[in-house]
């Protein structure tokens, strides 16, 4: 059963009030910084949860970890507000620490009944192989707060509120395909804010790596017949971002979500 055509859900593209849940900063930028530049032309309501400090996002001791919270922090900003962000959450939890997913849940639920977005964007917490505990811990406990933040429990949370859909970026399932190539420019400029994590030997190499990605991901689209865009005509070549978008009920007792 195609679940979005029978809840009748608009596309990602339609929404005017989004919110943004990252592990790290910068995560946000890599994942959905085309989709996101896209929103804020359109007037988009965009905010920002960084759910920890970055701190450990360097392999160096040159600097403490204090001074690179501070620094990523400000990176953070910049990239945001070329993405249009108007607000900025962060949870401070340490990076890599050991926070339990049911505590950044219940951090979440209270700013998703307080924000009130249509749309949630995070990390997909199923990645085959994905070894970062904060990514995993992230998206898992974004999907536990989508499900519960429309549920009457844990009042002293806030009025319950019910979030049409979820998308995870680095999704091994997508089925969402959102064409990006007029704002390529736009999500690198943004990316390339966080100097303390591109501005070094490694970016020719990263940087061809997520344009081949998204090269891929816009030829994958139009094979599936998934590939979403405000340009009108598709030509055949292009870029696109990738997303799972799921309803909140496929969040529960869905075995076919993996598929849909
Ligand atoms: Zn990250």
Same mark, same amino acid.
């Given at each position: *059963?195609?679940i979005?055509r029978?809840l009748?859900l608009?596309?990602i593209l $339609?929404?005017?009030?989004?919110?943004?849940?990252?592990p790290?900063?910068?995560?946000n $930028?890599? #994942?959905? #910084?085309?989709?996101l530049?896209?929103?804020? $032309?359109?007037?988009?309501?965009?905010?920002f949860?960084?759910v920890?400090?970055?701190?450990?996002?360097?392999?160096?001791?040159?600097?403490t970890?204090?001074e690179?919270?501070?620094?990523?922090? $400000?990176?953070k900003? /910049?990239? #945001?507000e070329?993405?249009?962000?108007?607000? @900025?959450?962060d949870?401070a939890?340490?990076?890599? #620490?050991?926070?339990?997913?049911?505590e950044l849940?219940?951090?979440?639920?209270?700013?998703?009944r307080?924000?009130?977005?249509e749309?949630?964007l995070?990390?997909?917490?199923w990645?085959?192989?994905?070894?970062?505990p904060?990514?995993?811990?992230t998206?898992?406990?974004v999907?536990?707060?989508v499900?519960?933040?429309r549920n009457? =429990?844990?009042?002293?949370?806030?009025?319950?509120?019910?979030?049409?859909?979820?998308a995870f970026?680095? =999704?091994?399932?997508?089925?969402t395909?959102?064409?990006?190539t007029n704002?390529?420019?736009? /999500?690198i /400029?943004?990316?390339?804010?966080?100097? =303390?994590?591109?501005?070094?030997s490694?970016w020719?190499?990263m940087?061809?790596? @997520?344009y081949?990605?998204s090269?891929?991901?816009?030829?994958?689209? /139009?094979?599936?017949?998934?590939?979403?865009?405000v340009?009108?005509k598709?030509?055949?070549e292009g870029?696109?971002?990738?997303f799972k978008?799921?309803s909140?009920?496929e969040l529960? *007792?869905?075995?076919?979500a993996?598929?849909?």
């Amino acid at each position: *059963m195609d679940i979005k055509r029978f809840l009748n859900l608009p596309s990602i593209l $339609e929404a005017k009030n989004v919110l943004c849940v990252q592990p790290h900063p910068d995560d946000n $930028e890599i #994942g959905a #910084g085309g989709f996101l530049s896209i929103l804020k $032309e359109k007037g988009a309501r965009i905010t920002f949860v960084t759910v920890t400090d970055g701190r450990k996002g360097l392999p160096t001791r040159k600097i403490t970890h204090e001074e690179l919270v501070k620094i990523r922090d $400000e990176e953070k900003k /910049k990239a #945001g507000e070329i993405l249009g962000v108007k607000e @900025f959450i962060d949870l401070a939890f340490e990076d890599g #620490g050991d926070y339990t997913i049911e505590e950044l849940t219940e951090k979440l639920i209270k700013i998703f009944r307080n924000v009130k977005p249509e749309l949630v964007l995070t990390v997909d917490g199923w990645l085959p192989y994905e070894a970062h505990p904060d990514h995993v811990k992230t998206g898992k406990a974004v999907a536990s707060a989508v499900l519960f933040a429309r549920n009457l =429990s844990l009042p002293e949370l806030g009025d319950p509120f019910s979030i049409n859909q979820i998308a995870f970026y680095a =999704s091994a399932f997508p089925n969402t395909y959102i064409d990006i190539t007029n704002y390529w420019e736009n /999500k690198i /400029k943004a990316i390339k804010e966080h100097k =303390s994590q591109f501005d070094n030997s490694n970016w020719p190499f990263m940087e061809k790596f @997520f344009y081949d990605q998204s090269k891929e991901w816009y030829r994958e689209g /139009k094979e599936k017949n998934a590939i979403e865009s405000v340009a009108g005509k598709l030509p055949d070549e292009g870029l696109a971002e990738a997303f799972k978008v799921l309803s909140i009920w496929e969040l529960h *007792m869905f075995p076919k979500a993996i598929f849909n």
